[in-house]
């Protein structure tokens, strides 16, 4: 039983299948070696010792920046150019002090690390201190940092 509608023949204006790969082809894949781990692990240390140029040079960019920043911030009538400029340097200031402020965090692990391995007496294997003894440790250099500055009473009248 057809149908009264239905075409006596099928279209030609199917819509072509896509192309289907009958014999795989070897396709060389490239990778990147900052991300393999077939050429090692980072050594931050020495990329930084490396590359101390480089930081150096974003250290004298950032102080310009600031300056700039300052600069436009002391204007008082600012056009929308000048205003999309200091809103770029701002974020890009506290993009660079959220990098610093991470990497002396980084800093400060790294020696409370050592000095742990030390007074524990661990030659071979290492130790790691856990979230609420780093946590300690910090809040006592803290106190120690606010009372050598005298700004210890401050801070307990704030809280």
């Known amino acids: 039983m057809t149908k009264r509608k239905a075409p006596v023949e099928t279209t030609s204006r199917k819509p072509v299948s896509r192309f289907k790969q009958v014999v795989k082809v070897n396709k060389r894949e490239s990778h990147d070696p900052r991300f393999s781990n077939a050429h090692g692990t980072l050594n931050r240390w020495a990329f930084k010792k490396d590359y101390d140029w480089l930081y150096r040079m974003k250290d004298t960019e950032n102080v310009q920046m600031e300056a700039q920043y300052k600069s436009l911030r002391r204007k008082g009538s600012k056009t929308d150019a000048e205003w999309i400029e200091q809103e770029r340097l701002k974020k890009q200031l506290d993009r660079a002090r959220a990098e610093k ?3 002396e965090r ?25 979230k609420s003894e780093k946590k300690e440790i910090e809040t006592v250099q803290k106190f120690k ?15």
Do not use: I
Not at 109 to 118: A, D, R
């Open 101 to 103: 402020k991470m990497e």
């Open 145 to 159: 940092n606010l009372q050598k500055a005298n700004k210890l009473e401050d801070w307990m009248a704030k809280k």
């Open 106 to 130: 980084e800093e400060k692990e790294w020696q409370m690390q050592q000095q742990y391995n030390e007074s524990v007496g661990r030659k071979g294997g290492h130790w790691f201190l856990k």
